[in-house]
């Protein structure tokens, strides 16, 4: 018997055509998943907030009804009750009003005596050359009486503050007692 070469089960080795569409397909798959991928996060940021969403739909605004009498009812209960504030709030403003137009009189007839003097006392005022002299004198000499007070006021306070030192630090009480008074 002779043997004869068995034909192979497995096909032949795919040629290069053939891996080049599958490459194609993968990159196709590829680029499904992404476009995929994009897909589902836009649809998770747009639906993220159903819940609160449906929340607000599902709500249902109730509306209590009131008759008319009962809202007049209502405003004169809120009248009656708010009156007496306002009332003395408007007599206390009348009463501030009426101050400030006592007030306004009182000044406007300052303003009137005082033109009316500033209008009579329209002539001058004379006085000799030895009347402004003897004020001069008079003048300089009180200047001088107040600089030596002045002086005096500060020696006073020095000692006072010395003595009160004296008296705060406990040595130096027999310190001081040298210090002429």
Known sequence: MSRTARQSMYPAPPGASHWAALDACSAALQASCSNLESAVGILHQGTMDLPRLAGIVQSRRMFDLVTEPEVFAAQRALANEMAPQIEELIRRAEDGLEGLKQKERTL??????????????????????????????????????????????????????????????????????????
């Open 108 to 181: 406007r007839a300052k303003v009137e005596k005082r033109q009316s003097a500033a209008s009579r006392s329209q002539t001058p005022i004379t006085v000799d050359q030895s009347d402004l002299d003897t004020l001069e004198q008079k003048l300089a000499s009180l200047q001088q009486k107040k600089n030596r007070l002045g002086r005096e006021v500060e020696a006073l306070d020095e000692r006072a503050a010395k003595a009160k030192s004296a008296r705060v630090r406990p040595g130096a009480a027999t310190a001081g007692r040298g210090v002429k008074r």
